[in-house]
C-alpha cells in the first residue's frame, strides 16, 4: 500500500530479536516506503541522521505531550512541508524502553512531535496496554494514516488492510492458545480488551509513559506534588 508519507520503526533490540509476532514488523511489510532500524540511541545511526539531514525530508516523531501537535485536529498542515516529504518516526518498544531511547537520542527529542486522538480503543487482545489510548504500532499507524489523509497530508487507499491484518495475526495467536497439544495452550480464554482495569494509583498516571522536555518534567512534578498534598 503505497503512502506518500514514509514511515521509520525504530526497534529496540528485545523487540527487534525476540518479538516473534511484533506489529511493527507487520506494518513495514505493508508500507513500501517504510524502514526498520534497530538500536537504543540513535545520534550516530548514519542511516537515521541521514534521513533526518536531508533537506527533501520533513521529519517528525510520533509521540504524544504537551508540545505534540494534534493531526486529528488539523494542527499541521500541507503547506507547511513546502513539497517535502513527511517522515515519521516511530519508537517501536514496550514504553519503558521507548523513554529510555528517546532520552539517549537528543536529535530525536528536537524533532517536532505529532499525536492523534484515536478513533478506536486498542482492539489488541493477546496483550494488554498499560494505558487507555496506548496503542500497538501497527495501530497507531493506521491512526497517524487516518489523520493525515483527513488533514490532506496523504492519501489511505486500503484503511482496513492494516486493521484486517492484525486482527489474523490475533486469530493466529489465539488458534495456537487453544491447542492443548502445544506448549503455549491456555486454559481460560483471551479477556475481551474493554473489559480489562488498567494500573491504578501511582502507576496509573499517564506521565508515566511519557518521555518529557524539561519544562514538561517541571510541570508534571509540580502537579504530582499538588496531587500528592491533595
Given at each position: 500500500m503505497p503512502t506518500r508519507t514514509k514511515f521509520v520503526l525504530l526497534m529496540h533490540?528485545?523487540?527487534f530479536k525476540r518479538e516473534k509476532a511484533g506489529t511493527g514488523?507487520?506494518?513495514?511489510?505493508?508500507?513500501?516506503?517504510?524502514?526498520?532500524?534497530?538500536?537504543?540511541?540513535?545520534?550516530?545511526?548514519?542511516a537515521v541522521q541521514a534521513l533526518l539531514r536531508d533537506p527533501a525530508n520533513y521529519p517528525v516523531l510520533l509521540y504524544p505531550g504537551?508540545?505534540?501537535?494534534?493531526?486529528?485536529?488539523?494542527?499541521?498542515?500541507?503547506?507547511?512541508?513546502?513539497?517535502?516529504?513527511?517522515?515519521?518516526?516511530?519508537?517501536?518498544?514496550?514504553?519503558?524502553?521507548?523513554?529510555?531511547?528517546?532520552?539517549?537520542?537528543?536529535?530525536?527529542?528536537?524533532?517536532?512531535r505529532?499525536?492523534?486522538?484515536?478513533?478506536?480503543?486498542?482492539?489488541?487482545?493477546?496483550?494488554?496496554?498499560?494505558?487507555?489510548?496506548?496503542?500497538?504500532?501497527l495501530e497507531a499507524t493506521h491512526e497517524t494514516l487516518l489523520?493525515?489523509?483527513?488533514?490532506?497530508?496523504?492519501?489511505y487507499p486500503l484503511p482496513d488492510q492494516?486493521?484486517?491484518?492484525?486482527t489474523r495475526m490475533q486469530d493466529y495467536q489465539i488458534r495456537c492458545a487453544q491447542d492443548p497439544d502445544r506448549a503455549g495452550y491456555r486454559r481460560h480464554a483471551y479477556s475481551a480488551p474493554e473489559t480489562r482495569h488498567g494500573p491504578r494509583g501511582?502507576?496509573?498516571?499517564?506521565?508515566?509513559?511519557?518521555?518529557?522536555?524539561a519544562g514538561e518534567k517541571n510541570a508534571a512534578s509540580a502537579a504530582d506534588s499538588i496531587t500528592a498534598r491533595a
Open positions: 533490540p528485545k523487540e514488523r507487520l506494518t513495514h511489510l505493508c508500507l513500501p516506503t517504510s524502514e526498520i532500524h534497530m538500536g537504543i540511541g540513535f545520534d550516530t545511526h548514519e504537551a508540545t505534540a501537535r494534534n493531526l486529528s485536529k488539523g494542527e499541521l498542515a500541507p503547506a507547511e512541508l513546502g513539497g517535502r516529504c513527511l517522515v515519521v518516526i516511530l519508537l517501536d518498544a514496550t514504553w519503558s524502553c521507548a523513554r529510555k531511547m528517546l532520552r539517549l537520542s537528543p536529535t530525536l527529542q528536537d524533532l517536532p505529532i499525536m492523534f486522538t484515536p478513533d478506536a480503543p486498542s482492539r489488541y487482545i493477546i496483550k494488554q496496554q498499560p494505558q487507555e489510548g496506548c496503542l500497538s504500532t489523520a493525515l489523509a483527513r488533514s490532506g497530508l496523504d492519501e492494516l486493521v484486517s491484518l492484525f501511582a502507576s496509573a498516571r499517564r506521565s508515566n509513559y511519557l518521555a518529557k522536555t
